[in-house]
């Protein structure tokens, strides 16, 4: 099992900024990815972006040029540098683990970007 842990949403102005950090625990083996996807009440869930262990990133185009992803593989954990922030960012946004053998997802963390 990977057990994943959140932190960093909260309420935040348009334009401001926050960092999401998830850590991981657990069988944790390369090659992963690890990702953060967001989902607002009765919507899809959308992948915002992603990383592999190899450091290879990929990012919604809403998202390209404000949100950063990166990961310290060495503390299993990943973060999501978001600036620029717009209400439409507004959602519950989950962390992701994926490998061979696991697919895993955090409790997921509200951000509130305010008008």
């Known amino acids: 099992q990977v057990q994943l842990v959140e932190s960093g949403g909260g309420l935040v102005q348009a334009g401001g900024s926050l960092r999401l950090s998830c850590a991981a625990s657990?069988?944790?083996?390369?090659?992963?990815?690890m990702g953060w996807y967001r989902q607002d009440p009765g919507k899809q869930r959308e992948l915002v972006a992603s990383?592999?262990?190899?450091?290879?990133?990929n990012y919604a185009d809403s998202v390209k040029g404000r949100f950063t992803i990166s990961r310290d593989n060495a503390r299993n954990t990943v973060y999501l540098q978001m600036n620029s922030l717009k209400p439409e960012d507004t959602a519950v946004y989950y962390c992701?683990?994926?490998?061979?053998?696991?697919?895993?997802w955090g409790q997921g963390t509200q951000v509130t970007v305010s008008s």
């Open positions: 990383i592999m262990s190899r450091g290879s990133t």
């Open positions: 992701n683990f994926r490998s061979y053998s696991y697919n895993s």
């Open positions: 657990g069988n944790i083996f390369s090659p992963n990815t």
